[in-house]
């Protein structure tokens, strides 16, 4: 009787996958990127400060830049190599928000909703920062977050570069009403409490940053 065979079981297999043929380039010195505190709704603080946008095609560009150019090449490099005088300083514009330009941040801030105590332990090192949200000239959009050893916890949009405001980028931005979050009239500053932009001369609104008359 011949004897029964025996099968040996075949060992176990797994197909390659993409990811298994991926080499990771993260390193554990790299920034990384917390979304837990970002704002997205945008705020007025009516003459100073505005993050509307112009329309929706403005906030469609700054936010695929952000998330498909922006993020990535951040989140690929050491901070010393983002920052002032690294390699990736003078395209992505990161640097601290000094110090005459904190008290706009915490007027920010506040209006956001964070308690005081928040705002000052924030506030009380050299950890806020500003990078740029966007490559080239097109739009001077910047990201405001805060510095937390290697993490960059995102806060807000300066969507038309309001912080470090300059005549070049200010212009009309002042009274854009466009919000990614206005739906079903929500929005606690449209259309009355900030904005009058139907009525204004833009010509004589940009003229006027040249007016230098005091009493």
């Not at 983002?82 to 601290?96: K, N, Q, R």
């Not at 000052?120 to 740029?132: T, V």
Request: hydrophobic share 35%; glycine share 4%; charged share 20%.
């Amino acid at each position: 009787m011949p004897r029964d065979k025996r099968i040996t079981s075949p060992q176990n297999f797994s197909a390659p996958t993409i990811a298994s043929k991926v080499t990771p380039t993260t390193s554990s010195e790299n920034l990384l990127i917390s979304f837990s505190l970002f704002k997205l709704d945008p705020i007025c603080i009516k003459g100073e400060f505005n993050n509307h946008f112009k329309d929706e095609s403005h906030f469609h560009a700054i936010a695929t830049s952000i998330l498909g150019k922006i993020l990535p090449k951040i989140t690929s490099h050491k901070f010393s190599e983002v920052c002032e005088g690294g390699i990736e300083s003078d395209e992505i514009h990161f640097h601290p928000v000094d110090e005459s330009h904190q008290e706009i941040v915490r007027d920010i801030l506040t209006e956001y909703g964070y308690k005081k105590p928040r705002i000052d332990q924030m506030l009380e090192g050299s950890d806020i920062f500003q990078f740029s949200a966007t490559t080239g000239h097109t739009y001077a959009a910047r990201v405001v977050c805060h510095k937390i050893d290697n993490v960059l916890y995102l806060l807000f949009l300066d969507t038309n570069h309001h912080i470090y405001m300059n005549q070049k980028y200010v212009k009309e931005s002042l009274f854009y009403e466009s919000c990614p979050v206005y739906l079903n009239s929500n929005c606690r500053y449209m259309p009355t409490e900030c904005f009058a932009f139907e009525y204004l001369d833009l010509n004589k609104l940009e003229e006027s940053y040249g007016y230098n008359l005091s009493p």
